[in-house]
């Protein structure tokens, strides 16, 4: 195969860490130009596209790429009237991704969201501003900025490092990640708890547009993050976090079942809250199975910012529903019976649905929706069926 253009000149990451043993989801309405960018280290990986919208529409993916792509046609197609858990209009719809996916691990990233270099060349930051939809190709290589070992930053091997390493839920390290190079516990760190849990979940973040809400984007509409913290730490035992599914990577095996990202979009009175539910589903599993959950490092460039007052609309419920919706995940407790992700899931859509129902009819239909994509999981992973 004739290797395609490398726009950023970054040699291709051919030793790809865990390469058959990830996927990457893509949740897309526009054509991935922005792959062009990411093709020295996300090429030798297996990509899942979930084509949103209009079925008909042809998405072009830059080749020398290996994906399978599905559009609306093909999820009601796999999953019949189970189909009715995904979202539609939505970036919700990335998590029959999670689905259908065999591998271990996923990393989901959207389609606006660009290798981030501390330090960015004047004319690459000028092309990205220009609208993320443009060809990459004419992205002259940027000054790549070199992280403390001299290397390009590759966002996917920080999010595996975070995964392969321990997470240290049950008691603060102030010197954040104790497993990275160059660190470890702190003095008075009790050392029964210094070998760590299982990570599930590795929570990157974002330059330049930041993942704000529809009424801090409309106050704020020129705040750029420009702030790269180099830090990587485990979100304590018993504390909630707003997950972004912009830059977000799991272990599937661990905590996929409880990855849903809700009914959201189309027909549905409430939207852009899709990875927030998954994330505060996902912690109290977590807590209550005793795996960690990490954020900070790696950060990508996000560079569109989606309109705010759209945004609005799609968000106002929830903003006042979530002063409600968190104390209900803060008091959640789930039984000692519930020993596998899915047997946690299904309490907790019992739960939803007693507690959240009288808020709105939504958690009700959202409830039945949560038991569905457990239901459809299980079919379509057999093998993990709790
Ligand atoms: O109807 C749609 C709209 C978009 N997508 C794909 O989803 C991602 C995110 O879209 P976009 O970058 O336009 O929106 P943001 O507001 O920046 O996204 C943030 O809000 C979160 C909750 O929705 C989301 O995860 C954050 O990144 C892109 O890949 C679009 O192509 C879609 O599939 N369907
Ligand atoms: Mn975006």
């Known amino acids: 195969m004739v290797e395609p253009a490398n726009t950023v000149g970054i040699p291709l990451n051919h030793a790809a860490l865990l390469k058959d043993e990830l996927d990457i989801v893509i949740p897309t309405i526009r054509n991935l130009d922005f792959l062009d960018m990411w093709r020295p280290f996300l090429q030798p990986y297996h990509l899942i596209i979930v084509q949103d919208g209009d079925p008909s529409k042809t998405i072009a993916v830059p080749e020398g790429f290996d994906y399978e792509l599905y559009n609306r046609n093909d999820i009601n197609r796999i999953l019949g009237p189970k189909a009715s858990c995904i979202s539609f209009k939505d970036s919700a719809c990335r998590c029959f991704g999670y689905m259908v996916s065999k591998k271990k691990y996923i990393f989901t990233i959207d389609d606006d969201c660009f290798v981030s270099f501390p330090q960015f060349s004047k004319s690459a930051l000028r092309l990205c501003l220009k609208d993320c939809v443009v060809s990459m190709r004419d992205l002259v290589t940027v000054s790549v900025a070199k992280d403390p070992s001299g290397k390009a930053v590759n966002a996917l091997e920080q999010h595996i490092k975070n995964l392969l390493c321990p997470s240290s839920p049950f008691f603060f390290n102030t010197l954040y990640d104790p497993y990275r190079e160059g660190a470890d516990f702190v003095r008075g760190y009790p050392f029964s708890l210094r070998e760590g849990v299982s990570t599930a979940v590795s929570h990157g973040l974002w330059l330049n547009i930041p993942d704000y809400d529809a009424p801090t984007q409309l106050v704020k509409p020129k705040e750029r993050n420009t702030r790269y913290v180099d830090a990587v730490m485990t979100i304590p035992k018993g504390t909630l976090f707003p997950m972004c599914g912009m830059n977000l990577a799991f272990d599937r095996d661990l905590i996929g079942p409880a990855m849903y990202f809700g009914l959201m979009g189309d027909g549905q009175p409430i939207g852009r809250y899709d990875d927030m539910w998954a994330g505060w589903c996902v912690k ?73 129902s009288p808020i709105d009819p939504y958690f009700d239909k959202l409830a039945d929706a949560m038991v569905t994509w457990i239901e459809a999981w299980d079919e379509l992973n057999p093998a993990t069926k709790a």
């Open 284 to 356: 109290v599993i977590c807590d209550h199975l005793g795996l960690g959950v990490k954020t900070g490092l790696p950060y990508i460039y996000h560079s569109k910012a989606s309109n705010p007052f759209v945004n609005l609309k799609k968000e106002y419920k929830g903003i006042f529903w979530q002063e409600d919706i968190i104390p209900f995940f803060q008091s959640a407790k789930l039984s000692k019976e519930a020993v596998t992700v899915q047997q946690c899931y299904l309490e907790l859509s019992k739960l939803v649905k007693e507690k959240l």
